[in-house]
Structures are given as structure tokens and as C-alpha cells.
Nanobody, 115 residues
Framework: QVQLVESGGGLVQAGGSLRLSCAAS????????MGWYRQAPGKQRELVAE??????IDYADSVKGRCTLYRNNAKTFSLQMNDLKPEDTAVYYC??????????WGQGTQVTVSS
């Protein structure tokens, strides 16, 4: 079992930046996938960015050019978000997928962008 803990959410004005971080309780292997999803009130959880085992990073069209997913070290990865918009307001969840099929989620961190 792997625990994921997000940090870095908060309130920011439109046009501002935030960096979300996800700390895992276990080593993140090169074959694991790392990702960020978000869920706004009344909406389904949606992809923001996620690595693939082929080495690619998939981004939602709505965040392309504004968000960057990257790995910090053996147990943490981050999502840098720039030029934030009110529609980016949501609870953001980090996700990790093991090659064997196990999937883990964090508890979520709130991001609120004021206009």
C-alpha cells in the first residue's frame, strides 16, 4: 500500500501560479505512472496531466502550455501551474500507478482561482 499526500494548493488570483507537490510513502519506479487529476464541484474527475509508460506526458487541452508535470526525486513529483484561470478551480488529486496494476490516489488539495 502506498500513501500519497498532496501539498501546495491554495487561493490565487487569475494569472498567478501555484506548484502542487505529491509525496509518496514508497519509491516511485521508472515503470510507475504519475499523474494529476482534478474535480470541480458538480463535475467528474478529469485528467490534468499524466505520464505514460512510453515516456510521454499527456496534458489536458485546457492546460497545455500552462502546466508542467515533473518528478522531483525518488518519492515526489509536482505540477507547476502558470497563468491560472478561474476555471482551474477544483480539488486536485495526485495519482500513482504501479506496473502490476495497483493505483493509488492522494486525498486532494483545493485550488481556488479568483477573477
Amino acid at each position: 500500500q502506498v500513501q500519497l499526500v498532496e501539498s501546495g494548493g491554495g487561493l490565487v488570483q487569475a494569472g498567478g501560479s501555484l506548484r502542487l507537490s505529491c509525496a509518496a510513502s514508497a519509491y516511485i519506479f521508472s515503470t510507475d505512472t504519475m499523474g494529476w487529476y482534478r474535480q470541480a464541484p458538480g463535475k467528474q474527475r478529469e485528467l490534468v496531466a499524466e505520464t505514460t509508460r512510453g515516456g510521454r506526458i499527456d496534458y489536458a487541452d485546457s492546460v497545455k502550455g500552462r502546466c508542467t508535470l515533473y518528478r522531483n526525486n525518488a518519492k515526489t513529483f509536482s505540477l507547476q501551474m502558470n497563468d491560472l484561470k478561474p476555471e482551474d478551480t477544483a480539488v486536485y488529486y495526485c495519482k500513482m500507478g504501479r506496473r502490476v496494476g495497483d493505483v493509488y490516489w492522494g486525498q486532494g488539495t483545493q485550488v481556488t482561482v479568483s477573477s
